[in-house]
């Protein structure tokens, strides 16, 4: 069936160190990722997107990894930051569909 | 470039009655879908609007209703309130139905039913 599950549900890591934030999802007919920051207060911060056809994508200071073969999505965050607390949510769209399908989030805290 | 924006932002009913919850898409944006977050979950997918039409919906009953307007503005309908109708309503836009497209929510309504 449709779910997208996290390993971890916080993650707490010093400030400067590398952040490493993992997904797991079931639907192999899924053809379109999200990593989603959400701060207190506020909604879904889109991050960074990555396609099926894909299996790794760049942007500031943040990486996805997608893999297919054991269904498994992450996001790395370099050099993580306080403004980086947030709980962290991946998505997922499964083909012909409009909805996005999340997990229940990630929440990363950053020691000083 | 205006973002998603929702009113109110919080919101307090009791059982049985009915509210509206308002979207504003952000500009060249087309599409509205609408999501409800429990304390402590990720977002569910209640439906999704385009061309003032209902674009698929998730697991929820009659009683969640939604319009779409000419500007792409929407709202969301509660009919006969329950406890557990009480969460975060985000709504967010995209600028097409298609795949590929990430979704931006606005920052959502809090709803509290007593």
């Known amino acids: 069936g449709e779910s997208v599950g996290l390993h971890l549900p916080t993650l707490s890591v010093q400030e400067g160190d590398n952040s490493i934030i993992n997904c797991a999802y079931s639907n192999s007919a899924s053809d379109y990722f999200i990593w989603y920051k959400q701060e207190s207060g506020k909604g879904p911060q889109f991050i960074i997107d990555?396609?099926?056809?894909?299996d790794k994508r760049q942007g500031q200071r943040v990486t996805v990894l997608l893999n297919k073969t054991v269904k498994h999505l992450s996001l790395q965050i370099a050099a993580t930051q306080p403004g980086d607390s947030a709980v962290y949510f991946c998505a997922e769209k499964i083909q012909g569909a409009q909805k996005l399908v999340f997990g229940q989030g990630t929440r990363l805290t950053i020691n000083p | 470039e205006t973002g998603v924006t929702q009113s109110p932002t919080h919101l307090i009913k009791t059982r049985g009655q009915q509210v509206t919850l308002r979207c504003s898409s952000q500009s060249g944006h087309n599409t509205v879908s609408w999501y409800q977050q429990a304390l402590g979950q990720g977002p569910q997918f209640i439906f999704q609007y385009y061309r003032e039409e209902e674009n698929g919906r998730g697991n929820f009953p009659p009683r969640f209703s939604g319009l779409q307007f000419p500007n792409y503005s929407s709202e969301l309908n509660v009919n006969a309130l329950e406890l557990d109708d009480s969460a975060l309503y985000l709504c967010?836009?995209?600028?097409?139905?298609?795949?590929?497209?990430?979704?931006?929510f606005g920052d959502g309504t809090r709803l509290s039913i007593l």
């Open positions: 967010a836009s995209s600028p097409g139905t298609g795949g590929g497209q990430p979704q931006h």
């Open positions: 990555i396609r099926s056809n894909m």
